[in-house]
Every structure is written in structure tokens, then in C-alpha cells.
């Protein structure tokens, strides 16, 4: 059994091979980057107002001012502002030859085709000329999944065919003559398959595109012929259930028969002590516990991470400072320990009510997962704990 820490290190070392592809700007929504972006443009890309108002020369502010013209936004002015003359301005058009004031309607007195100016002098109200973007620069970084502010600065350099990371494919199996498929009724003995459908949603929220095989039944060769087509179609592969002690728990066997090298079956957490990592030429397999709780959190921790790594993320998940609200125990501490919270309106934790790694009614709700440490039994209430937010 290898530490958690050890386990991350392991898994750091390898990423799968993610390709890159040109989708449209709206498609683009909830992928991750693949180059820079920079802007073709300054932005704004001219001298414009910021206000509804009038432009007109500093120097004359204080002056009664005719009215040359008036200028909506998308059009040019037609005549520079001469001495003694404004243009009225809408928000957004081009501030006209001549000018370098504008004063807000707010500000005015305006009869017929002349104007004052009636407030307190302050600021010009003129947004300057690539003061937001100047031409060349980069305004997204690669590795950033985009959001919906990102489609608005994309459409406005014009990136209209955006570079992003193909999805990472990822292959899910479940494994157990117990389960059945969520639209059955469970017979004795016998329970609905949510693991499957649980990381289904959690691979894509992480961005990557989740292929479900099904669930094998306690056959090795059942569980090998789905393993060798899931190796062949994805980058990761998910394998629930079976990697226990128990003499109906074979994936291990089925992955060495299938030429994956183990490189560790034993982590030491709670809940998801027998998580498993192997290596294959064509995909990384994790075998996860069968238990929801633990299937969940070993994905949180492990799959998700390795998933933005591949596809290039700036940054994946980490985990979040809080104090705790309410002092915690337990009693057993040789393996860290992952424990639902809630949050409360001043940032504190609180641990939600859970009974173990098949209490699936406690996720839905909690905020995070709190960290204990290895060989840590007691924490206090005020103390700082690390949360990863789920």
C-alpha cells in the first residue's frame, strides 16, 4: 500500500495524448484551450465616448457651444469641432476631429441647437484607443476552459475558428453480477448501477467525453472482451468494482491478461483504499472501488486531474483553506481520510452526516470533501482544514 502522495506522484508522470482541433466561437463553450489567443485589433479600436453627451474642446467647456451636428454610435462624424462648437455624441461613436472633452447629457443645458455645460468639471468620459486591447495582445492563455465572459472577448478579436483540445475519451465499466441498469428494479440480492452513471457526469464535467461499455458480470472473460475494446476506442479507462480481496474480485487478473502493467492496487485513503493505476501502450486504466462514495472521491482526486493535464488545463482542481466549525474524532488514522462538508454563511465547515463509502445520499448537497491527515484523530473546531470543492 502506497501513500496517497506517492499515488499522485505516480499518476503525475503520465498523460495521455490529446490532439488538437478548430471549432466554431459558440462551440467552443466549456473546452479547453489549445493556443494563446491574440487580439487582431486595439481595443477600442478608436477614440469613443463612454457617455451619452456632448464632445466638444477643453478649452470651451465653460462656454455656450453650437451644436454642429449629431453623431450616433456606427456613424462618423462629418465636421471637426472648431472653437465655440460641440457635437452631440451617443454612447459609443467615434469621438469627432477637433474634440477632447465630453460632457454627459446629465451635465447639460441645451436649447435648440445650443448647450451649456452645468456641472462640476471631472472626468473626459472619452475611452481611449486600445486602452481595454492593444493589436498583438494576448488576451487568453492556452490551457483556460472558456467561459461564457471568454466567448465575448474571442468574438471580439474575431477568433471566430477557436484552437481547443480534443476531448479526452474516457471509457467506463462496471463489474458485479449484483448490478443491474438504473431503468430496472432490483430483484434480491441485487442493486442499480449508479457508479457507472455517476462518472459518466463527473468525466463530463471535467470536459472529456465519457463512452459507457456496460456491465460485466464476475467472468474474467466478460470483463477482458470489454477491457479490450475500451482500450482500443479510449485514452483512460474506468473500471468499477472487483479490485477488492474477495474471490469474485478478478479485474486485476484481467488486467494483466489484457497486458496492463499494475503500478499500484493499494492506496492508502479512506474511503478507496483498493484503487489500482496501470499502464497500457495504448491507455491508463484506474480500477475504482465499487462503492459510490469511493468511486466518486478517487475520481475527484486522481481521474479529474489527469484528465486536465492531458487536455493541456492551466489548472485543475486544488484543495481550499477553511476552518473547521465544529471539533471532529475518529478513531482509526493509518490511512488519510476524505470526509463530506458542508459550508456555512462565515466559510467554516461543518462534516454532514455519512456512514461510509455506500452512503451516496451524503454527496449530493456537500460542498466538498475535507482532508485528514494520516495519524490525525482529532481536529478542533477553529483549526484550518484542506477542502477540495466538489
Known amino acids: 500500500m502506497i501513500t496517497y502522495e506517492e499515488a499522485i506522484a505516480i499518476t503525475e508522470e503520465y498523460k495521455p495524448g490529446c490532439e488538437i482541433e478548430y471549432v466554431p466561437l459558440i462551440d467552443s463553450l466549456g473546452r479547453f484551450l489549445a493556443e494563446d489567443i491574440k487580439s487582431d485589433i486595439d481595443m477600442p479600436p478608436f477614440n469613443k465616448t463612454a457617455v451619452d453627451g456632448y464632445a466638444c474642446r477643453r478649452e470651451d467647456l465653460f462656454k455656450e457651444l453650437v451644436i454642429n451636428e449629431v453623431v450616433p454610435a456606427?456613424?462618423?462624424?462629418?465636421?471637426?469641432?472648431?472653437?465655440?462648437?460641440?457635437?452631440?455624441?451617443?454612447?459609443?461613436a467615434a469621438l469627432p476631429d477637433g474634440a477632447d472633452w465630453i460632457f454627459m447629457v446629465e451635465d447639460a443645458q441645451e436649447d435648440n441647437d445650443r448647450v451649456k455645460f452645468t456641472g462640476k468639471p471631472g472626468k473626459n468620459n472619452i475611452a481611449k484607443r486600445g486602452e481595454d486591447i492593444e493589436k498583438g495582445d494576448t488576451v487568453l492563455l492556452a490551457g483556460k476552459r472558456i467561459e461564457p465572459q471568454d466567448i465575448a472577448v474571442l468574438a471580439t478579436v474575431g477568433a471566430v475558428r477557436v484552437p481547443v483540445s480534443k476531448p479526452l475519451r474516457v471509457g467506463i465499466i462496471s463489474t458485479g453480477n449484483e448490478l443491474v441498469e438504473p431503468h430496472n428494479k432490483p430483484k434480491p440480492s441485487h442493486i442499480r448501477n449508479s457508479n457507472a452513471y455517476q462518472l459518466i457526469a463527473q468525466t463530463m464535467k471535467a470536459g472529456a467525453e465519457a463512452y459507457y461499455y456496460g456491465i460485466a458480470h464476475d467472468k474474467e472473460e466478460e470483463i477482458f472482451e470489454m477491457l479490450k475494446r475500451a482500450i482500443s476506442e479510449c485514452e483512460i479507462i474506468l473500471l468499477t468494482g472487483g479490485v477488492s480481496m474477495g474471490d469474485f474480485d478478478m479485474v486485476p487478473a484481467v488486467l494483466q491478461k489484457a497486458g496492463v502493467r499494475i503500478i499500484f492496487d493499494r492506496v492508502a485513503v479512506q474511503p478507496g483504499k483498493p484503487t489500482t493505476f496501470g499502464v497500457h501502450k495504448d491507455a491508463l486504466v484506474f480500477g475504482l472501488p465499487g462503492n459510490p462514495v469511493s468511486s466518486f472521491i478517487q475520481f475527484e482526486l486522481f481521474v479529474k486531474a489527469m484528465i486536465h493535464r492531458a487536455m493541456g488545463a492551466i489548472q485543475s482542481e486544488s484543495d481550499r483553506k477553511h476552518k473547521l466549525a465544529k471539533d471532529y474524532s475518529r478513531r482509526r488514522t493509518r490511512r488519510m481520510a476524505w470526509v463530506p462538508v458542508n459550508i456555512n454563511d462565515d466559510e467554516s465547515v461543518t462534516p454532514v452526516e455519512y456512514h461510509g463509502s455506500a452512503h451516496i445520499n451524503a454527496l449530493p448537497g456537500a460542498y466538498g470533501v475535507m482532508k485528514i491527515p494520516v495519524g490525525v484523530s482529532e481536529i478542533k473546531k477553529g483549526e484550518i482544514v484542506d477542502v477540495r470543492q466538489i
Not at 456606427?74 to 454612447?91: D, L, N, P, Y
Request: charged letters at 30%.
Open 74 to 92: 456606427g456613424v462618423t462624424a462629418k465636421k471637426r469641432i472648431e472653437t465655440g462648437e460641440c457635437a452631440k455624441i451617443m454612447t459609443g
